[in-house]
């Protein structure tokens, strides 16, 4: 009789963003990219010692002994895809998401690999931006110092089915050893007699080749989800299905006469958040009585990656309040975007306060411990989830 035993590995777990829509779109193209990026993916997989464990779909789940082997297998994957996402039209590339966690997980007599550390490195994943690598706190202890690339700490994470948010980090450029000699040749290239020429030649041609991929990709399907791209992709007026299928985690709920969007953006100015509201046919939530807050807030909770935790705060979506710019601080002045008064308010203890100056806007957030809450409080632009609100016709 085949027993269980648990391992203590390394679990890479990837997955494909915004897989579902791109097979909706065009299945057979779609289904021929995904083999070519699993042609890269799996030898290099098995080139750093790790074992493909679980497939289903466009997901992947790999083991490693090592885990230096399963953060260089991962950087390496998304450098060799981008490499070769580059050659293709943007509305054409497909990105993996990447979560890395050491944990420990039991070997099912097919290979399948299941447990909590499965479970953590699957949550990762969805936490990662498309082409990205997020990694457990355990993993960075393990591989810090040993490889030259930098790791930021992005927080800590709220997920599902953890009592205990998630110290996760990202993986970002290469260092390089070399870094002093590097910036001294290009300090004295930069006083070079040829530099200002070449710069502004090179400025030319770059506003030349923005506005030619600006028109030419105006029949495109949305592009694949950069934040980079959003308020260019405004400008190109998409509908509002095309334009919910460019970012890459929307959560929707009904409530009453109106639809709510929580939209994850990785990155906006408060006027391009009104913008999309705006395309939407909506605007930026208002919350009317508690029950729509408590209903809204569950919204927030109904995917993973629309909270994060820094240190004992827990950071949870905008919502459309602002204050006045002569508004008293630090609670004067405090209004809906789309110009309604409050009718309504939920502030944590304290809050608005103003903490840190600047702070004109609303979200939900925790109490001063690392839990979630339908508390709001005062805060700086937001830069991860808001909410929409779309009155129905």
Not at 44 to 51: A, Q
Not at 120 to 148: F, H, W, Y
Not at 156 to 163: A, G, P, T
Not at 267 to 278: C, D, P, R, T, Y
């Amino acid at each position: 009789m085949y027993k269980n035993s648990k391992r203590l590995l390394t679990i890479l777990a990837a997955d494909v963003a915004g897989f579902t829509k791109l097979v909706s779109e065009d299945e057979e193209a779609t289904l021929h990219r995904l083999a070519e990026l699993r042609s890269i993916m799996d030898p290099i997989i098995k080139s750093y010692g790790g074992r493909i464990a679980n497939t289903a779909g466009d997901s992947v789940l790999a083991c490693f002994d090592n885990p230096t082997g399963a953060v260089e297998a991962a950087i390496s994957i998304q450098e060799q895809h981008n490499a070769n996402n580059a050659q293709l039209r943007t509305s054409d590339r497909m990105r993996y998401r990447i979560g890395i966690n050491i944990g420990e997980v039991v070997q099912q007599p097919n290979g399948d690999l299941l447990g909590h550390g499965v479970n953590v490195a699957s949550r990762l994943e969805t936490i990662s931006e498309p082409g990205g690598i997020c990694l457990a706190e355990n993993v960075i202890e393990q591989v810090k110092g040993s490889l030259d690339y930098r790791f930021t700490k992005i927080g800590e994470h709220f997920v599902k089915n953890l009592d205990q948010p998630l110290k996760v980090y990202k993986v970002g450029e290469a260092t390089l050893p070399t870094y002093e000699k590097a910036a001294r040749r290009l300090q004295a290239w930069v006083r070079g007699q040829y530099f200002l020429p070449l710069l502004f030649a090179v400025v030319l041609i770059s506003i030349g080749f923005s506005v030619f991929a600006l028109l030419s990709n105006k029949s495109d399907e949305a592009k694949s989800f950069d934040p980079e791209y959003l308020e260019d992709f405004l400008t190109l007026d998409p509908s509002p299905e095309e334009l919910l299928e460019f970012f890459d985690l929307v959560t929707v709920g009904e409530y009453e006469d109106s639809t709510y969007y929580v939209i994850r953006t990785w990155g906006a100015e408060f006027e391009i958040l009104e913008k999309v509201s705006e395309a939407l046919g909506g605007h930026l939530v208002t919350i009317t009585d508690e029950e729509e807050n408590d209903f809204v807030y569950q919204l927030t909770l109904q995917d993973d990656g629309h909270w994060a935790f820094e240190g004992n705060l827990a950071l949870g979506p905008l919502i459309g309040l602002v204050q006045d710019p002569e508004g008293a601080e630090p609670d004067g002045g405090w209004r809906w975007a789309n110009g309604e008064p409050m009718s309504f308010s939920n502030w944590k203890r304290g809050s608005p306060d103003n903490s840190s100056g600047n702070q004109d806007f609303g979200n939900f957030q925790g109490p001063n411990v690392p839990k979630t809450s339908p508390l709001w409080n005062d805060t700086t632009i937001w830069k991860r989830s808001f909410i929409v609100e779309v009155p129905k016709p």
